[in-house]
């Protein structure tokens, strides 16, 4: 009986590791592999034209901490976290309103949803025509209003930057409102009707229980979200190819590629993802040591 019941479970065994093995395959061939070599690259001077690699121990990263272009990069790529309250806060609402049953519930879905399954490329495009300086309706509409000289905003980092923060913020909202509905949707009913029947009005039905209850569903959206604002890359090239004047615009992850494709130092381009990587996870630490304090674990 013993023998039957091993042979059993060596089998499921078996089954689950076949199961897991494309997945398994597919982290080792594009995530692990990718990692070492990036780690041994970053102690290199690895330059992507010869052939020849010397080692250089940590030199790539000494020079990594004196380059004052990684510095503005880095601040630069903090501000782009900005949008993450943003389209948070107002997902939320409009998941709220949707959950209501408003009308024209569905209708709203699909037109705010749009802007995610749209190309990050075309998106930018319109909005780099939006705010053309010579014949963007933006421009326009400011000259209509009496405004003589409107801002030159794809020539002033700081009026890109908050282009870049506003059109991510909207571009998240209804992809993240999809997760609010879905969060709401399970909260269960008998909370509402106790507390209706204690006398708590909406507002505070919203502030003790909705919010609350949602907060598992918050923090995994704002962790996704400033790792992926950590990130940002497509709308830094499309806006300012160049980075923007004194290098205002572009981020970490835009001046890691200049230094790998552009520059061909791979070494040092390594080098700088790697230490990039140690302050996203530091940062991502620390947000689960925060959320201990705030995030509703069900007990």
């Known amino acids: 009986m013993k ?5 059993l479970r ?4 078996i089954a689950g590791i076949l199961f897991i093995s494309p997945t398994l395959i597919y982290f080792l061939l594009f995530f692990l592999l990718p990692l070492c070599v990036c780690i041994y690259a970053s102690f290199t001077n690895w330059n992507l034209l010869s052939s020849k690699i010397t080692n250089v121990g940590f030199r790539n990263y ?3 901490l004196a380059d004052q272009k990684f510095w503005t990069a880095l601040k630069n790529s903090l501000f782009y976290l900005i949008p993450v309250p943003i389209y948070l806060t107002f997902a939320l609402l409009f998941g709220y309103a949707c959950h209501k049953n408003i009308m024209g519930e569905k209708t709203f879905r699909a037109i705010y949803y749009l802007p995610f ?3 990050v490329v075309a998106l930018s495009m319109i909005w780099m025509w939006l705010f053309n300086s010579q014949y963007g309706l933006v421009n326009i ?3 209509k209003l009496g405004i003589d000289e409107p801002p030159l905003w794809l020539n002033d980092p700081v009026y890109t930057r908050w282009m870049i923060v506003i059109m991510i913020s909207w571009k998240m909202i209804g992809v993240i409102s999809i997760y609010y509905i879905a969060a709401l949707k399970s909260i269960p009913r008998t909370y509402y009707e106790a507390a209706r029947i204690d006398g708590a009005s909406s507002i505070q039905q919203f502030f003790k229980i909705t919010l609350p209850m949602l907060t598992p569903t918050t923090f995994y959206l704002f962790i996704v979200g400033i790792i992926g604002s950590l990130q ?7 806006f300012a190819p160049d980075g923007g004047r004194g290098y205002g615009v572009g981020s970490v992850v835009f001046y890691i590629w200049q230094k790998a494709f552009e520059s061909s130092q791979m070494g040092y381009a390594c080098a700088t993802a790697v230490l990039f990587a140690l ?3 530091v940062v991502t630490v620390g947000q689960f040591i925060i959320s ?3 995030v509703y674990d069900g007990e």
């Open 117 to 119: 399954i749209s190309s």
């Open 232 to 238: 940002t890359f497509i709308e830094v090239s499309m």
């Open 10 to 13: 060596r089998r499921e065994e």
């Open 141 to 143: 509409f400011l000259t």
């Open 3 to 7: 023998r039957k019941i091993s042979k």
């Open 279 to 281: 302050f996203m996870l």
């Open 62 to 64: 000494a020079k990594l």
């Open 292 to 294: 201990r304090r705030w």
